[in-house]
């Protein structure tokens, strides 16, 4: 027997033991995807380009971060003034020792410019402790008024409710009495009157004009 007689028996020979042993089936030949997922199991999975797209596409929905402001949000509750004034009251006491604290620089400050810029913070603190006890009396007015309006509904009789206009006033007399009382009526009068003196020169016809 010569040597290509001698291959071609082996060969046929393996292939009849490979049909015994797959029952005369054919072996499914891998995908291109398949077999590169056999190369590298851990990579992903690559698809065949030659595959079309279909027309919806299957989009992953995000959920969409909602930022939220605690003050204008009902999920941080009701804002209370009073409630709200009890709970941070302690930084009154701060704000006094800070208040202190600059006016015993200001003292002992010689640098001009440093000096200018520690009379103006103090300025600042100043003006906000002054809005602050001016919106501690506009509530304490209006919590009067409640309680005087309880009063009325309980007697049975009818309660009233005070304008803008008429609230404005009262705010007028009480300023005026608290500026009579601590002796600076006259230079407020003085500044007013300057004021509406400067507006009514600016509401006069020019000389150019005529």
Same mark, same amino acid.
Request: net charge positive; hydrophobic share 30%.
């Given at each position: 027997?010569?040597?290509?007689?001698?291959?071609?028996?082996?060969?046929?020979?393996?292939?009849?033991?490979?049909?015994?042993v797959?029952?005369?089936?054919?072996?499914?030949?891998?995908?291109?995807?398949?077999?590169?997922?056999q190369?590298d199991?851990?990579?992903?999975?690559?698809?065949?380009?030659?595959?079309?797209?279909?027309?919806?596409?299957?989009?992953?929905?995000?959920?969409? %971060?909602?930022?939220?402001? @605690?003050? !204008?949000?009902?999920? $941080?509750?009701?804002? =209370?003034? &009073?409630?709200?004034? *009890?709970?941070?009251?302690f930084?009154?006491?701060?704000?006094?020792?800070?208040?202190?604290?600059?006016?015993?620089?200001l003292?002992?400050?010689?640098?001009?410019?440093?000096?200018?810029?520690?009379?103006?913070?103090?300025?600042?603190?100043?003006?906000?402790?002054?809005?602050?006890?001016?919106?501690?009396?506009?509530?304490?007015?209006?919590?009067?008024?409640?309680?005087?309006?309880?009063?009325?509904? %309980?007697?049975?009789?009818? @309660?009233? !409710?005070?304008?803008? $206009?008429?609230?404005? =006033?009262? &705010?007028?007399?009480? *300023?005026?009495?608290?500026?009579?009382?601590?002796?600076?009526?006259?230079?407020?009068?003085?500044?007013?009157?300057?004021?509406?003196?400067?507006?009514?020169?600016?509401?006069?016809?020019?000389?150019?004009?005529?």
């Amino acid at each position: 027997m010569s040597f290509e007689e001698l291959l071609r028996a082996q060969s046929d020979a393996t292939t009849r033991t490979r049909k015994k042993v797959t029952g005369g089936k054919k072996s499914a030949k891998p995908t291109g995807a398949t077999a590169k997922q056999q190369r590298d199991k851990k990579g992903p999975l690559e698809m065949s380009a030659k595959k079309p797209v279909p027309f919806l596409r299957r989009v992953v929905s995000v959920p969409k %971060k909602i930022h939220r402001d @605690p003050r !204008f949000d009902d999920l $941080s509750g009701e804002y =209370k003034p &009073e409630i709200f004034m *009890k709970t941070y009251s302690f930084l009154d006491s701060i704000k006094k020792q800070e208040k202190e604290m600059v006016q015993k620089q200001l003292k002992k400050c010689r640098d001009v410019e440093r000096k200018e810029k520690l009379q103006q913070l103090l300025n600042r603190m100043m003006q906000q402790e002054q809005a602050q006890e001016k919106q501690q009396k506009l509530r304490e007015r209006q919590l009067s008024l409640k309680r005087q309006q309880r009063e009325l509904a %309980k007697q049975g009789k009818k @309660p009233f !409710f005070l304008k803008k $206009s008429e609230q404005r =006033k009262l &705010e007028l007399a009480e *300023k005026y009495a608290e500026l009579k009382r601590s002796g600076k009526l006259e230079s407020f009068l003085n500044k007013k009157r300057k004021r509406n003196a400067i507006k009514d020169k600016r509401r006069l016809p020019s000389q150019k004009s005529l």
